[in-house]
């Protein structure tokens, strides 16, 4: 089974920045897109940003120009670039990846485990 591992999460001062990264594991053949969703208390989970394995990447209109997504398909990792951050950005951010061709089959979606994103002064 797909397995996404997030890191670089923490706690950051308004207008400051901070790279996420997501690793998959697991005998992966290929993954078709890669990206990023948050969920802050009391609210629904979003897209953040998403990536296809030929690099065709989609935002939230809420983090245009600020953020920037980026995958390495040799490595199976997709980043997030955040900068400008903003208090209304603190929330739990999730990997996700979908399409996930691999040794155990096919997977419509997986999901990492999440890194929480705090952004106050």
């Known amino acids: 089974q797909v397995q996404l591992v997030e890191s670089g999460g923490g706690l950051v001062q308004p207008g400051g920045s901070l790279r996420l990264s997501c690793a998959a594991s697991?005998?992966?053949?290929?993954?078709?897109?890669m990206g990023w969703y948050r969920q802050a208390p009391g609210k629904q989970r979003e897209l953040v940003a998403a990536?296809?394995?030929?690099?065709?990447?989609n935002y939230a209109d809420s983090v245009k120009g600020r953020f920037t997504i980026s995958r390495d398909n040799a490595k199976k990792v997709v980043y997030l670039q955040m900068n400008s951050l903003k208090p209304e950005d603190t929330a739990v951010y999730y990997c996700?990846?979908?399409?996930?061709?691999?040794?155990?089959?096919?997977?419509?979606?997986?999901w990492g485990q999440g890194t929480q994103v705090t952004v106050s002064s």
């Open positions: 990536i296809t394995i030929v690099g065709i990447t």
């Open positions: 697991g005998s992966i053949y290929s993954i078709n897109t």
């Open positions: 996700n990846a979908q399409g996930v061709r691999s040794s155990y089959g096919y997977e419509n979606a997986a």
